[in-house]
């Protein structure tokens, strides 16, 4: 990101005349800072790496030390963060998120320029869709709805949790990398070596796949042998296929030692879709990732299928 702005910045003196470009550089030097706090955000979602993230920002692009964040839920303030307790602040900043939430930032800030001003208010309101969509991520996390073996998400959960986070998605222009996990020949774990032997190793890949996945992502109990895992603003398809690729490799060397001290292991096949490309329908996504399974479970173990709706075939990784 920053050598693409670095590449721009280069080629604007060929295209912007001298008057005006020193104000053109600086302002695609702010919103490229803004575009990559978004997307360092969405690495590391954890609120107090969020929160650190902020403060270090604030304090050096605008020299502000105290600060206050609020939440403002139907009506009710829920003080978020706050640097220090009675201190009076001279600026006041509020973002409607939605209809119903608004983040209120009140500040200390020194004197700014016209451009500095709006710069802040510019980050500001980036600040506060991250701090609501980590809300929401954080709200749908603690559900109770879990699968009783795994601890992960059960089926039920996951399509009541769709019901906010599908609308968020739409109006924050999220990615979503659909990914349904299905085990090589489950039924022959049981078979082989006894139920008891088959849910300890539904719970071993379960703690694989939570320990493979960004505290933002979200991982689903489908059904006997599959996990539906939900990569949730990713950057874009290449990356949802590597990250299904690293997630395969990974699940492939856990293994469980059988009575006889033979290291078991099984292989995965992945079906993939996206949203929204695939279609803004989240259950047609999930319908999507498992005509992509089946398709891949026809073309052996440990293969990977992107679902392609465009051209009606269904392409192999």
Same mark, same amino acid.
């Given at each position: +990101? ?17 008057? #005006?470009?020193?104000q053109?550089?600086?302002?695609? +030097?702010?919103?490229? =800072? %803004? ?13 107090? *790496? ?6 270090? %920002? ?6 502000? $030390?105290?600060?206050? %964040?609020?939440?403002?839920i !139907?009506?009710? $303030? ?11 602040f001279n ?8 209809? !119903? ?5 009140l ?8 451009? !500095? ?15 609501y ?7 749908? =996390?603690?559900? =109770? ?5 795994? $601890? ?9 949790? +769709?019901? &906010? ?10 990615? %979503?990398?659909?990914?349904?996990? !299905? ?9 082989? #070596?006894?139920? $008891? *032997?088959?849910?300890? *190793? ?16 979200? &991982?689903?109990? *489908? ?19 590597q990250? &299904? ?20 292991k ?7 879709? +996206? ?20 398709? &891949? ?21």
């Amino acid at each position: +990101m920053e050598r693409k702005t670095s590449t721009l910045i280069n080629q604007l003196e060929d295209i912007v005349d001298p008057v #005006h470009i020193q104000q053109v550089k600086q302002l695609v +030097m702010a919103l490229s =800072k %803004i575009n990559n706090f978004k997307y360092g955000i969405s690495e590391n979602p954890d609120v107090d *790496f969020i929160y650190k993230k902020i403060s270090n %920002i604030l304090k050096e692009e605008f020299d502000i $030390k105290d600060f206050k %964040i609020t939440s403002i839920i !139907n009506k009710v $303030k829920t003080t978020k963060y706050k640097t220090k307790d009675e201190v009076k602040f001279n600026y006041e900043f509020i973002s409607k998120v939605n209809k !119903n939430t608004k983040i209120k930032f009140l500040l200390n800030i020194g004197t700014l320029s016209d451009f !500095n001003k709006t710069y802040l208010d510019s980050y500001l309101e980036e600040m506060s869709h991250v701090l609501y969509v980590q809300s929401v991520l954080l709200s749908l =996390k603690e559900s =109770k709805l879990v699968d009783p073996l795994t $601890k992960l998400k059960n089926r039920i959960s996951l399509y009541e949790d +769709m019901k &906010a986070l599908i609308p968020l998605a739409l109006r924050e222009k999220m990615k %979503i990398g659909v990914l349904l996990v !299905n085990i090589d020949r489950f039924r022959a774990v049981n078979d082989e #070596h006894g139920t $008891k *032997f088959g849910d300890e *190793f539904l719970k071993l890949y379960a703690d694989t796949i939570k320990n493979s996945i960004r505290t933002s992502d979200i &991982a689903i109990r *489908f059904s006997g042998g599959e996990f539906l895992v939900l990569l949730i603003n990713v950057i874009d398809e290449e990356k949802t296929i590597q990250l &299904a690729n690293e997630l395969k490799e990974k699940l492939s060397v856990a293994h469980l030692e059988t009575q006889n001290g033979d290291k078991f292991k099984k292989t995965v096949c992945i079906g993939v879709s +996206m949203f929204p490309k695939d279609s803004i329908d989240f259950h047609e996504i999930v319908k999507n990732s498992e005509m992509a399974l089946i398709d &891949a479970k026809d073309k052996g173990r440990g293969q990977i299928v992107r679902y392609e709706e465009e051209s009606g075939e269904l392409d192999l990784f």
